[in-house]
């Protein structure tokens, strides 16, 4: 039994030291230029230690957002209004593009990492996002097809889309913030 303790104790240990290890090497260069090589060399692991305890890289990008997007996520389902409950459909739905572009701005360059492996870029913590926003625009009485528009308002805030229009297209997060509230308004018949 102690023995068995003390692997979960090494295995948490590796844990923190892999993502420690990951979030300085990715402030300092980047995610494109950070290997699961220098991630696990940084840490002092093996790089199998890595795959066993993420299972990809993209796993690992996603374990370096979780403690953002679960403050997101207690803001919009449980903080006060307008981003949480209290305030109208229309006000939330608002208020979720903006702080979601912020957070995607803030977080970029890890997000389009995980996006390149389509199991993690629809992970269950976008399966939150989309189940949210198509709660809000039910609840604003949006009609037709709710799936399909939450997809269409959720890809205004895609970090490939984000990086190409702030990027190439000369947009401003202004502009592109501007871009989510008019067509939540127009889904939402306003």
């Excluded at 997000?111 to 629809?122: C, G, K, M």
């Excluded at 399966?127 to 926003?133: A, D």
Aim: aromatic share 6%.
């Amino acid at each position: 039994m102690a023995e068995a303790l003390q692997e979960r104790g090494d295995a948490a240990r590796n844990r923190r030291l892999l993502l420690d290890a990951a979030r300085t090497l990715i402030a300092e260069r980047g995610p494109d230029a950070v290997s699961t090589d220098d991630i696990a060399a940084a840490a002092g692991v093996g790089k199998g230690t890595l795959f066993r305890r993420f299972g990809s890289r993209a796993g690992l990008m996603l374990e370096l957002l979780d403690e953002d997007e679960a403050a997101l996520q207690q803001a919009f389902l449980f903080g006060p209004p307008p981003l949480g409950p209290g305030a109208p459909p229309l006000d939330r739905l608002r208020a979720f593009g903006a702080a979601r572009l912020r957070f995607v701005r803030t977080h970029r360059a890890v997000l389009v990492e995980v996006s390149r492996d389509p199991q993690a870029r629809y992970n269950a913590a976008f399966g939150v996002l989309h189940t949210h926003v198509r709660m809000l625009l039910a609840a604003a009485d949006s009609g037709g097809d709710l799936d399909a528009q939450a997809d269409a308002l959720l890809a205004l805030l895609d970090a490939d889309y984000l990086t190409h229009r702030l990027a190439t297209r000369g947009m401003t997060v202004r502009r592109l913030e501007e871009a989510w509230d008019s067509l939540a308004r127009k889904l939402c018949g306003r």
